[in-house]
């Protein structure tokens, strides 16, 4: 691990991504939001996004990252300005939780799993290994990547108390 001191921190708010190389921490918090982490373990070259949603639904002539399919272009264009092909990148998917628990009883799909059916699509479509995802359930996730090594730490909240209940109590 380098120095302390060495390390660049960077701090994705949704709809930010970054793409770089060695020397580098990304963090970001997810909650509905989907992080696709691509990774080059020879060059030591990696990427992270924070898409709040799969796609804007109609055409821009300036790409955003708050849109899955929109991210995912322009971290490609950033891969291939690195001089590294694609394919050897290794990507994982976080986040897509579903936050509105209150309404999980509805059939309807949710807005996070939207996310993570598009990061799979983006992926697929680019033939990008998905190495491994940490996706779905309700609670929030505090995501890590260190690019010198292509390691991830990953902290996922407490679960929510029970409704009616004041932290500390327990139901019976």
């Known amino acids: 691990?380098?120095?302390?001191?060495?390390?660049?921190?960077?701090?994705?708010?949704?709809?930010?991504?970054?793409?770089?190389?060695?020397?580098?921490?990304?963090?970001?918090?997810?909650?509905?939001?989907?992080?696709?982490?691509?990774?080059?373990?020879?060059?030591?070259?990696?990427?992270?996004?924070?898409?709040?949603?799969?796609t804007r639904g109609r055409p821009s002539a300036q790409?955003?990252?708050?849109?899955?399919?929109?991210?995912?272009?322009?971290?490609?264009?950033?891969?291939?300005q690195s001089g590294t092909a694609l394919g050897d990148y290794q990507a994982r998917i976080f986040g897509g939780s579903h936050m509105f628990a209150e309404l999980a009883h509805t059939r309807r799909q949710h807005v996070g799993q939207h996310n993570v059916d598009t990061a799979r699509r983006l992926l697929a479509e680019?033939?990008?290994?998905?190495?491994?995802?940490?996706?779905?359930?309700?609670?929030?996730?505090?995501?890590i990547f260190d690019i010198?090594?292509?390691?991830?730490a990953l902290k996922q909240s407490l679960p929510s108390t029970a409704p009616g209940l004041r932290a500390g109590q327990q139901s019976q």
């Not at 380098?2 to 909650?31: D, M, W």
């Not at 010198?148 to 991830?152: E, K, P, T």
């Open 63 to 80: 790409r955003d990252g708050r849109y899955g399919d929109e991210v995912m272009s322009l971290l490609c264009d950033a891969i291939s």
């Open 126 to 143: 680019r033939n990008i290994g998905c190495y491994g995802e940490h996706v779905g359930g309700t609670r929030h996730r505090n995501l």
């Open 148 to 152: 010198w090594s292509g390691q991830i």
């Open 1 to 54: 691990m380098p120095k302390r001191s060495a390390i660049t921190e960077i701090y994705l708010q949704p709809g930010g991504y970054h793409f770089g190389g060695p020397y580098t921490r990304v963090r970001t918090l997810l909650g509905s939001c989907v992080s696709i982490v691509l990774w080059h373990p020879r060059a030591r070259l990696g990427g992270m996004c924070h898409f709040i949603l799969p």
